[in-house]
């Protein structure tokens, strides 16, 4: 079956400072995984996304992620935090089908 | 102008009480999917729809009820509320051969 998971509920960093956040799915079949944020009041915002292209996957806001099946993993990185990043971030994959399984979400807070 | 809608975007009401929360979309999409979000359980999904005659159960229907009038258009009801259905509820799209779903704004549930 497949699912996906975020490791760390909350993660703080200093502005400026690397963001990292951890997303791990397991899956029978390559999925297409994505990165959403979620800013307060507000629905969920594509970051980016991997459909089996390029492996390393750049989106928006200098958000970028890399697929490593080895690992089963698809970490979201930025170089440098800014505080307008603070925000709800969600991993997601589905294998093409109509099921998209969706981590519980890493809560991201900016230190000025 | 947003192309994923809900109305309304907050709503109190009390056990047993029929509630109905509407969504509409202007991409032109003919999937539709209902969700809940609770905090640190992620999106679960109640409903989806993949065109106007075909309506699907998701992990969690219990207690919900849907109708999908037109293509742009899907309804999710609480027959009798209960205040375990207080959450936030997001409607979503996506398209045939597009990968990633679409959000609107949500809907802040709360039953007393």
């Known amino acids: 079956a497949q699912s996906v998971t975020q490791l760390g509920s909350h993660v703080s960093v200093s502005e400026g400072a690397l963001v990292l956040l951890r997303c791990n799915y397991s899956?029978?079949?390559?999925?297409?995984l994505f990165w959403y944020v979620q800013y307060p009041n507000q629905g969920l915002q594509l970051l980016l996304k991997?459909?089996?292209?390029?492996?390393l996957v750049k989106g928006i806001n200098g958000f970028e992620a890399e697929f490593k099946k080895s690992e089963t993993s698809f970490h979201l990185t930025k170089p440098s935090a800014h505080m307008s990043d603070a925000a709800e971030y969600f991993c997601?994959?589905?294998?093409?089908?109509?099921?998209?399984?969706f981590g519980t979400g890493t809560r991201l807070k900016v230190l000025a | 102008d947003a192309d994923v809608t809900q109305t309304p975007r907050n709503r109190i009401t009390k056990t047993g009480k029929r509630i109905m929360l509407e969504c509409s979309q202007t991409?032109?999409?003919?999937?539709m999917y209902w969700y809940r979000q609770d905090p640190g359980l992620g999106l679960r999904l109640i409903y989806y729809?993949?065109?106007?005659?075909?309506?699907n159960k998701g992990e969690i229907s219990d207690g919900y009820s849907v109708s999908r009038q037109a293509q742009a258009k899907f309804s999710l009801s609480l027959e009798s509320a209960i205040p375990n259905q207080t959450a936030l509820y997001f409607c979503?799209?996506?398209?045939?051969?597009?990968?990633?779903?679409?959000f609107g704004p949500g809907t802040r549930l709360t039953v007393l």
């Open positions: 979503a799209t996506s398209g045939y051969r597009v990968n990633e779903q679409f």
């Open positions: 899956s029978s079949v390559p999925p297409y």
């Open positions: 991997y459909t089996s292209a390029a492996t």
């Open positions: 997601a994959a589905t294998s093409g089908t109509y099921k998209y399984i």
């Open positions: 991409k032109g999409h003919d999937r």
């Open positions: 729809s993949f065109d106007v005659k075909d309506i």
